[in-house]
């Protein structure tokens, strides 16, 4: 009797694991790593040098920091508003020009104060998500319609914000350069501390989000909305507001990604700084097993899937694969994950066992 009793359990303990949403997401990153180490026999390896942290994971969770940040704004525009933010890159773009700008380029002192500039830039990105939101909520233009037009103009307001004086006439489109070195503090390393500077921010950044979320009915409402907008508004939830505070917030989350990206560079590269981060963004989400059709969202599986996305990306060019090869192989691997994360992949599969149980008890 005891050894029925743990054989019953012991399946219905896997069914559970499997059926969690972060199995999958989990499952990929761990592909991705065991990728990774049959490519790179050192890829665990992580040592001191120059007195900071040195190794492939090391660098994986490093540059990564933009990804899970806006990978956690997409997560609530995608829950919430059943659409994409397709502007991410172009607003942290934007908010790394501004930030720049306001700092200027000398070698002695800030044109503007550190503090400041950074408050301004977070300000910058705000004000875009609030742009998208009022497009979205208010006007309840499509998502993705809403958001192409900081897609479009984003990187020339960057650009305008980026001008230069050559030659006695201002020319637009220049890479800004701050020369103090406290700037790259953000981006780097603290003085002292082995650990990336981005790696403490984006935990800040989630773990904040999460209490918010947790201590709060705003995840509820999230899920409400995304799931059925119009039965939010019958018991009382503010459908609109709801939508353009996470259109807000993802804002806010693009301005900490371009004011971490301006500080890696100490300059602001209008051209470069989030560009086709926005695609990475949404496929985060979707690697972490959030339904793209809005309702129910995991933060911690959007993390999960940025890592996964930048842990693949430094796999392929450590094997060597260049950058203009680099999305082929990459839509390759995503598109297998998604797949298999699928509704359609997942009736396959019960199908699939159902034959072989019919198959297995007829045998018998």
Known sequence: MGDTKLSGKAPLSLKKITHNQLFLPIFALFLMLIFNLLNTQDFFKISIQNGVL????????????????LAVGMTLVVASSRG?????????????????????????????????????????GTLCGAFNGFLVANLRIQPMVATLILYTAGRGIAQLLSSR??????VAGQILYVRMESFKYIGGFLPGVVIPTPVFIA???????????????LGLYIQ?????????????????????????????????AGLISSSRIYSSDANNIGLNIELDAILAVALGGNSLGGGKFSIAGS??????????????????VSADQLPVYKAIVV??????????????????????????????
């Open 54 to 69: 040195y190794g492939y994971i090391i660098d994986i969770i490093n540059r990564s920091c933009e990804l899970i940040i």
């Open 84 to 124: 994409t933010d397709i502007s991410v890159g172009a607003v942290a773009a934007v908010s790394a020009a501004v930030c720049v700008r306001l700092l200027g380029s000398s070698y002695e002192a800030y044109q503007t104060p550190m503090i400041l500039a950074i408050l301004l830039c977070l300000m910058a």
């Open 165 to 170: 004086e050559i030659n006695g006439e201002m």
């Open 203 to 217: 935990i800040a950044f989630v773990l904040i989000t999460v209490l918010i979320l947790k201590k709060t009915a």
């Open 224 to 256: 409400t909305v995304g799931i059925n907008p119009k039965a939010g508004r019958l018991v009382g939830i503010n459908s609109v507001l709801i939508i353009f505070l996470c259109y807000l917030f993802c804002g806010l989350s693009s301005g900490v």
């Open 303 to 320: 993390v999960i899937g940025a890592i996964t996305i930048q842990a693949l990306t430094t796999g392929l060019y450590a094997m060597g």
């Open 335 to 364: 598109i297998v994950i998604v797949a298999i994360q699928s509704e359609e992949f997942k009736r396959w599969r019960n199908a699939f066992k159902l034959r072989m149980q019919t198959r297995k008890e007829g045998a018998v």
